[in-house]
DNA sequence: CTAGTTGCAAAGAGTTTGCATGGCG
DNA sequence: CGCCATGCAAACTCTTTGCAACTAG
């Protein structure tokens, strides 16, 4: 898809790797890389070369219109289910091999094939759970 | 929330018993509903009271910006996890017993507490691996 | 050089809100 | 009757797009 590499795609690739997993709004990325790295137009063209290259993608953020951008590694999430804790807000990955286990499992219970690239669980982290008991 | 039962209002929830569970954006209610019916303002006001009474949920739908409403009937719908396929848009229900156990694996070796209500399992379904098959 | 990219500003799409009118209880 | 809800249209927010200037290869 994308022939050259700008500037401006240079500094979001490399903001984005440091922040992989991170759900993050054009918005904040542009406000990330200042006003002089590129436009918001610019966040926006990339972001969604990247979501039509598999390497991010789209998500909502709780209860609003925002759409966010997840980052997604190629090495440190490669075949891990995504949980994210509506705490904390943070983003924990499972294992591959348990997370198969799991999805398999339905897949054979009820036919379905759960897709693990577009699958979140939602819930509470251990960190999170302990904080709450105190 | 809500003090009076309006005529708007009951021709909405009537509308939502008959599709719950289905993905719907405030437009699709309002035509289908009819521009007799209600206005689309109106639309949108009561079901942002439904979803502040925690009887419906917003999600987004595939890569889109537009919101989409889910209306969570009690009866049907009370400790099922949600599958979604990616290929049909329709809504699977996984019986209550078999997610337990499966959210629970993950609670065992992750430490993470999975909230049913408000996660979706993505996937394609077992009618749709069928006709990509052929 | 040439085609892909960028910035800016204008256009879009969807959602929210202000205000006067109308209707439930 | 009083107060909540509705309808309409204007206001908003976020995202996309057109176009001329710019730049990587």
């Not at 294992?95 to 759960?114: H, I, K, N, S, T």
Request: aromatic letters at 6%; charged letters at 30%; proline letters at 1%.
């Amino acid at each position: 898809m994308s022939k050259y590499m700008t500037r401006q795609r240079k500094v979001l690739l490399s903001y984005l790797s440091g922040h992989a997993d991170e759900l993050l709004s054009a918005q904040e990325i542009a406000d990330a890389l200042g006003p002089e790295a590129m436009s918001l137009s610019a966040v926006y063209r990339n972001l969604s070369e990247l979501e039509g290259e598999g390497k991010l993608r789209r998500a909502s953020k709780g209860n609003q219109r925002e759409i966010y951008y997840q980052y997604i590694d190629a090495e440190s999430c490669k075949g891990a289910l995504h949980l994210s804790c509506k705490k904390c807000g943070k983003t924990f990955h499972m294992e591959p091999e348990a997370a198969c286990q799991l999805l398999d499992a339905v897949a054979r219970m009820e036919g379905f094939a759960v897709d693990k690239s577009d699958t979140v669980l939602y819930g509470v982290c251990g960190g999170c759970q302990e904080e709450k008991e105190r």
